[in-house]
């Protein structure tokens, strides 16, 4: 990037060289735990993954209040989203004087933004449970707990991962604002180390592990769909295939895919 | 200390109404960056996903890059630029295309790919050609989803824009830095709730779009399906 009106390949070279070096130095200090970019990390990976879960355990009872009140859902999903619309770094400062710099300043808004993917992906994914296979669980004697347990939420897998997928990705990105209200993670590589020093490395090392946690999170929650649902691949490559495509497409998500109006997505009203 | 009065203090300040550091002057530079990074992105976005979800060419390689380029952080993507180019618009705009771009591209490319077939059959068999197909079926019939991504796009441009005031230049993120900095409480509160209205306002604006915009035909059958 610097290269372009540098001496071309050898300066981008060495500008890579440099900053792989200074990741090498800089990985942690044996003597102080808390300096050096692992710890940063570890820090990134702790608050996405407490807020990601934190929204998946408010979801699903409010995705179920939702599916069996359906009058609640259009109002509720009308709030989520003009949460959404809170941008994060206000609703950090706003968090400010009540929890202080505690890990909660940051999570309790990540946790709320994560909603408005996971919300209405749950209530999606429960809803498109086949009428005949609930009432083959009732006919069967199932009670209504297990019958959500044991078919309606693992029908429902394919859909509620394809919601934590477009989550995980945001809310670990998101970590990052954090650092301007002072918190840690990767963000304050990149904005203590990095910018506040003029010095490019933290910045790069910042964003590469960033977009790399990402990606890892997302391979992991992709292959433990695939354990979660064994039966979507056994065999009949074609309607598994179909059927994973269109979990895929509801993955895109709130923004993408659902074309046919069965996303209420529109806060007309609010 | 009630928050509440504190906002009402600070937002019935009459200086806080006038001047270049007023909220009008302040709010309208925020909107003129936001609606360049919307603008700039929807013009890059719009195209190039038009034409990937039409021709199938290229699909899978431009809505993975996009999905990627999500996991981008924006600070350090802002902050990178800053360092390499110097501070001034170009790296907030360059920022907020970044931000906005995945979002737009990834639903016009699923819009226009989502078409019905049979639509497209029907259109070919009237004797439209590729290009007719495109402008006169799948753009319209892919419009609710654009909207809806540019509507995504827009409240976190509109969110990210105030980071711009982190390197210096203005915006309405300047309330929220200059409020950091001094300890004040009252602006950093009010400059957040300039931001939130804005981002509802944006919101709004793009619910009335969408009945503009949206052909009768398909707001009629959307209705329906709900």
């Given at each position: 990037?610097?290269?372009?009106?540098?001496?071309?390949?050898?300066?981008a070279?060495d500008?890579?060289?440099?900053?792989?070096?200074w990741?090498?130095?800089?990985?942690?200090?044996?003597?102080?735990?808390?300096?050096?970019?692992?710890?940063?990390l570890?820090?990134h990976?702790?608050?996405?993954?407490?807020?990601?879960?934190?929204?998946?355990?408010?979801a699903?009872?409010l995705?179920?209040?939702?599916?069996?009140?359906s009058?609640?859902?259009?109002?509720?999903?009308?709030?989520?989203?003009?949460?959404?619309?809170?941008?994060?770094?206000?609703?950090?400062?706003?968090?400010?004087?009540y929890?202080?710099?505690?890990?909660?300043?940051?999570?309790?808004?990540?946790?709320?933004?994560?909603?408005?993917?996971?919300?209405?992906?749950v209530v999606?994914?429960?809803?498109q449970?086949?009428?005949?296979?609930?009432?083959?669980?009732?006919?069967?004697?199932?009670?209504?707990?297990?019958?959500?347990?044991?078919?309606?939420?693992?029908?429902?897998?394919?859909?509620?991962?394809?919601?934590?997928?477009?989550?995980?990705?945001?809310?670990?990105?998101?970590v990052?604002?954090?650092?301007?209200?002072?918190l840690?993670?990767?963000?304050?590589?990149?904005?203590?180390?990095?910018?506040?020093?003029?010095?490019?490395?933290?910045?790069?090392?910042?964003?590469?592990?960033?977009?790399?946690?990402?990606?890892?999170?997302?391979?992991?929650?992709?292959?433990?769909?695939?354990?979660?649902?064994?039966w979507?691949?056994?065999?009949?490559g074609?309607?598994?295939?179909?059927?994973?495509?269109?979990?895929?497409?509801?993955?895109?998500?709130?923004?993408?895919?659902?074309?046919?109006?069965?996303?209420?997505?529109?806060?007309?009203?609010? | 200390m009630?928050?509440?009065?504190?906002?009402?203090?600070?937002f019935?300040?009459?200086?806080?109404?006038?001047?270049?550091?007023?909220?009008?002057?302040?709010?309208?530079e925020?909107?003129?960056?936001?609606?360049?990074?919307?603008?700039?992105?929807?013009?890059?976005?719009?195209?190039?996903g038009?034409?990937?979800?039409?021709?199938?060419?290229?699909?899978?390689?431009?809505?993975?890059?996009?999905?990627?380029?999500?996991?981008?952080?924006?600070?350090?993507?802002?902050?990178?630029?800053?360092?390499?180019?110097?501070?001034?618009?170009?790296?907030v705009?360059?920022?907020?295309?970044?931000?906005?771009?995945p979002?737009?591209?990834?639903?016009?490319?699923?819009?226009?790919?989502?078409?019905?077939?049979?639509?497209?059959d029907?259109?070919?068999?009237?004797?439209?050609r590729?290009?007719e197909?495109l402008?006169?079926?799948?753009?319209?019939?892919?419009?609710?989803?654009?909207?809806?991504?540019?509507?995504?796009?827009?409240?976190?441009?509109?969110?990210?824009?105030?980071?711009?005031?982190?390197?210096?230049?203005?915006?309405?993120?300047r309330?929220?830095?200059?409020g950091?900095?001094?300890?004040?409480?009252s602006?950093?509160?009010?400059?957040?709730?300039?931001?939130?209205?804005?981002?509802?306002?944006?919101?709004l604006?793009?619910?009335?779009?969408?009945?503009?915009?949206?052909?009768?035909?398909?707001?009629?059958?959307?209705?329906?399906?709900?």
């Amino acid at each position: 990037m610097i290269a372009a009106d540098a001496s071309g390949g050898v300066a981008a070279l060495d500008w890579v060289m440099g900053i792989i070096d200074w990741a090498a130095a800089n990985w942690s200090h044996p003597g102080e735990p808390d300096r050096g970019i692992l710890p940063r990390l570890l820090e990134h990976m702790r608050l996405s993954y407490v807020s990601i879960l934190i929204g998946l355990v408010i979801a699903l009872p409010l995705g179920l209040a939702c599916v069996r009140w359906s009058p609640v859902y259009p109002p509720v999903l009308t709030g989520v989203n003009v949460l959404y619309a809170v941008p994060s770094i206000a609703l950090f400062f706003l968090m400010l004087p009540y929890t202080g710099f505690s890990d909660w300043t940051a999570i309790i808004p990540l946790a709320l933004y994560t909603l408005v993917v996971l919300l209405p992906n749950v209530v999606d994914g429960l809803r498109q449970v086949p009428e005949h296979v609930r009432q083959a669980a009732v006919a069967m004697g199932f009670g209504p707990l297990r019958r959500l347990v044991a078919v309606e939420l693992p029908v429902a897998v394919p859909v509620i991962i394809a919601g934590l997928r477009v989550a995980s990705v945001a809310t670990i990105s998101m970590v990052s604002v954090a650092s301007l209200v002072g918190l840690g993670g990767l963000g304050q590589l990149i904005v203590s180390e990095g910018f506040r020093r003029q010095f490019d490395a933290p910045i790069v090392v910042g964003i590469v592990l960033t977009v790399l946690l990402a990606l890892a999170t997302d391979t992991v929650l992709v292959i433990a769909q695939r354990l979660l649902t064994p039966w979507a691949h056994a065999g009949k490559g074609r309607l598994a295939r179909k059927r994973a495509a269109r979990a895929e497409a509801a993955a895109a998500g709130r923004d993408a895919a659902v074309g046919s109006g069965s996303t209420p997505d529109h806060p007309e009203s609010p | 200390m009630n928050v509440l009065t504190l906002l009402v203090e600070w937002f019935s300040d009459p200086a806080q109404w006038t001047g270049t550091a007023g909220i009008p002057a302040r709010l309208g530079e925020h909107v003129y960056y936001s609606l360049l990074g919307l603008l700039l992105s929807t013009a890059i976005a719009v195209p190039v996903g038009l034409i990937t979800g039409h021709t199938g060419v290229g699909g899978f390689l431009t809505t993975s890059l996009a999905n990627f380029a999500r996991a981008l952080p924006t600070i350090g993507v802002l902050f990178l630029i800053v360092l390499l180019a110097g501070i001034g618009l170009v790296p907030v705009v360059c920022a907020l295309v970044a931000l906005a771009v995945p979002p737009i591209l990834v639903n016009t490319h699923e819009g226009v790919r989502g078409v019905d077939p049979r639509l497209r059959d029907a259109a070919l068999g009237m004797g439209m050609r590729g290009r007719e197909v495109l402008f006169k079926l799948e753009l319209p019939v892919a419009t609710p989803l654009i909207l809806l991504g540019m509507r995504t796009a827009a409240v976190q441009v509109v969110a990210t824009a105030t980071i711009a005031a982190y390197v210096g230049v203005g915006g309405l993120g300047r309330y929220i830095v200059d409020g950091q900095a001094r300890q004040d409480l009252s602006m950093l509160l009010g400059g957040s709730v300039l931001v939130v209205a804005l981002a509802v306002v944006t919101t709004l604006l793009f619910a009335g779009l969408r009945r503009l915009l949206v052909a009768p035909g398909l707001r009629a059958e959307a209705a329906a399906a709900r």
